[in-house]
């Protein structure tokens, strides 16, 4: 059996309880070790294999797998994040199906989480946003035609850069081009969310390539952007005691 786990954002307390329980009786670990913080190996038991694929091909981690699946074991993939956000699991798991190897999915905190929480900030605020958009600038990888970051910047939702960071100032450049953003909305970069080396820069769009620049941040990094980030907000009517829902009755509901 092949166990899919997000690892989450960096931080080791951050995997969830199932994610940390699978890695418990794991026969192998096949982890993204250019991402994946070291520390949550440690959850596995000694001497258990622990396999980096940073260097290994899509073939070579499958090979792995089988092996795995040769000898009984269950063999933890561990991916940075929530696997289903550029993960590349799509294509493991097509393979594995080929190869009738079971497998499941541990959902894991995603990075544009942690990087909310390093602010802290919410995406949805009432009144600023209610759409959040998760995204990347295309680099050696394209994004599909109709994807361009000036087109969905056109939404002024909030947005969550992948990937990014070494292009801030050329993304800048994108999302005014949208027309719904202006020079200056707030942005941020947040820099490794969760690790103890977690940094955070608040600029912003006229300013995000330079603040790049400046702090030499080109790479495992978050690039936020919109007015969830400035201070202008409504009240929730949530809890709001003038407004009524199915769980409470508001002061000035006349029934």
């Given at each position: 059996?092949?166990?899919?786990?997000?690892?989450g954002?960096?931080?080791?307390?951050?995997?969830?309880?199932?994610?940390?329980?699978?890695?418990?009786?794991?026969?192998?670990?096949?982890?993204?070790?250019?991402?994946?913080?070291?520390?949550?190996?440690?959850?596995?038991?000694?001497?258990?294999?622990?396999?980096?694929?940073?260097?290994?091909?899509?073939?070579?981690?499958?090979?792995?797998?089988?092996?795995?699946?040769?000898?009984?074991?269950?063999?933890v993939r561990?991916?940075?994040?929530?696997?289903?956000?550029?993960?590349?699991?799509?294509?493991?798991?097509?393979?594995?199906?080929?190869?009738?190897?079971?497998?499941?999915?541990?959902?894991?905190?995603?990075?544009?989480?942690?990087?909310?929480?390093?602010?802290?900030?919410?995406?949805?605020?009432?009144?600023?946003s209610?759409?959040?958009?998760?995204?990347?600038?295309?680099?050696?990888?394209?994004?599909?035609?109709?994807?361009?970051?000036?087109?969905?910047?056109?939404?002024g939702?909030?947005?969550?850069?992948?990937?990014?960071?070494?292009?801030?100032?050329?993304?800048?450049?994108?999302?005014?081009a949208?027309?719904?953003?202006?020079?200056?909305?707030?942005?941020?970069?947040?820099?490794?969310?969760?690790?103890?080396?977690?940094?955070?820069?608040?600029?912003?769009?006229?300013?995000?390539?330079?603040?790049?620049?400046?702090?030499?941040?080109?790479?495992?990094?978050?690039?936020?952007?919109?007015?969830?980030?400035?201070?202008?907000?409504?009240?929730?009517?949530?809890?709001?005691?003038?407004?009524?829902?199915?769980?409470?009755?508001?002061?000035?509901?006349?029934?």
């Amino acid at each position: 059996m092949v166990h899919f786990v997000g690892a989450g954002p960096g931080a080791p307390d951050l995997i969830t309880l199932r994610g940390a329980k699978l890695l418990g009786e794991a026969g192998q670990v096949i982890y993204a070790g250019s991402l994946v913080n070291p520390e949550l190996l440690t959850y596995a038991r000694p001497g258990v294999p622990c396999h980096d694929s940073a260097s290994l091909t899509l073939e070579e981690v499958l090979a792995l797998m089988e092996k795995g699946e040769e000898k009984g074991w269950d063999t933890v993939r561990l991916h940075t994040g929530d696997p289903s956000l550029y993960g590349a699991v799509r294509e493991q798991m097509d393979a594995l199906r080929e190869r009738h190897i079971p497998f499941d999915v541990t959902p894991g905190v995603s990075s544009f989480s942690g990087a909310a929480a390093a602010i802290p900030a919410e995406y949805t605020l009432p009144g600023v946003s209610q759409t959040v958009i998760l995204t990347r600038m295309p680099g050696r990888t394209p994004v599909p035609e109709g994807e361009d970051l000036s087109a969905l910047a056109a939404h002024g939702a909030s947005m969550a850069l992948f990937l990014s960071t070494g292009m801030a100032g050329e993304a800048a450049r994108h999302l005014l081009a949208g027309g719904a953003y202006r020079p200056d909305t707030p942005a941020a970069i947040v820099y490794k969310a969760t690790w103890p080396e977690e940094k955070v820069y608040p600029c912003t769009l006229a300013t995000l390539g330079e603040t790049a620049e400046k702090e030499q941040i080109t790479r495992t990094a978050l690039i936020l952007v919109g007015d969830f980030l400035g201070e202008e907000y409504r009240r929730s009517d949530l809890y709001n005691p003038a407004f009524s829902h199915g769980y409470r009755r508001g002061k000035e509901d006349p029934r």
